[in-house]
């Protein structure tokens, strides 16, 4: 008698546990699937970035400064053009595709440009990667940069590959064997997503794992004209 009394208690403890847990998991759940669209991007990975991108950039230039003064004094149509030129304020960086070829961000600039850094290591980011998918599918206006952190220790090109084949998914993915991209937008932490508008301008940003909802809104963000 006395053994079955125990073992009762025993078992009913044993549900408690087990209904604790579900509780705890659905919280924590929520915890990480929360509204994350954040509207200011970071400040101190993209200023910093943007401003090394910028002097990289005024260097690149300066060979060129000759000729261009030579081709504005021969139009003389007396128009500045440099006051006018937009400055993006998304970070460029260079990431390699499954082929090993190289992309530029800049590449892709004038459309919405999703950028969703990632590795097949990080349980979130797996967990957020059908609804990217599905939003992919649903948004062929919009490019998308499913960057890969290659570390190429925990995260090689080889696992990631593999991965994504298993998984069978279609959106473009791009490997950051450097880790410039990841640094250039602070992307210490995964997943970390950003969303760029046509004109190159970091629009929102999420940091850990969103929901379809979230990402729907962050792009529409991009795509949709501002009121």
């Known amino acids: 008698m006395k053994q079955s009394i125990k073992w009762m208690l025993g078992a009913l403890a044993l549900v408690v546990v087990i209904a604790g847990a579900s ?13 994350r669209l954040t509207e200011v991007p970071p400040a101190d990975g993209l200023q910093e970035s943007n401003t ?15 000729g261009e003064n030579q081709t504005q004094g021969d139009e003389q149509n007396g128009e500045t053009n440099d006051a006018s ?6 970070p460029n960086f260079a990431v390699l595709d499954a082929d090993g070829d190289q992309h530029q961000l800049s590449d892709f600039f004038g459309k919405p440009i999703v950028i969703n850094f990632w590795a097949s290591w990080c349980g979130y980011c797996v967990q957020e990667m059908p609804d990217f998918e599905a939003a992919y599918a649903e948004h062929p206006e919009v490019q998308f940069m499913m960057i890969n ?24 993915v791009y490997y950051d064997t450097t880790l410039v991209a990841a640094m250039s937008y602070g992307a ?16 929102a940003y ?10 729907a809104r962050g792009i529409s963000k991009i795509t949709e004209p501002a009121t």
């Open 188 to 203: 210490s932490g995964l997943p970390m997503s950003f969303f760029i508008d046509k004109n190159g301008d970091v629009v």
């Open 23 to 35: 509780l705890l998991y659905n919280t924590l759940s929520d915890d990480f699937a929360p509204d």
């Open 149 to 172: 952190v290659t570390d190429g220790q925990r995260e090689t090109v080889e696992i990631a590959k593999a991965f994504i084949e298993q998984k069978g998914y279609t959106f473009p």
């Open 206 to 215: 999420a940091s850990g794992m969103i929901n379809a909802d979230t990402l």
């Open 52 to 66: 090394e991108n910028k002097q990289e950039a005024d260097s690149g230039n300066q060979a060129n400064t000759e």
């Open 85 to 90: 030129v937009h400055e993006p304020t998304a």
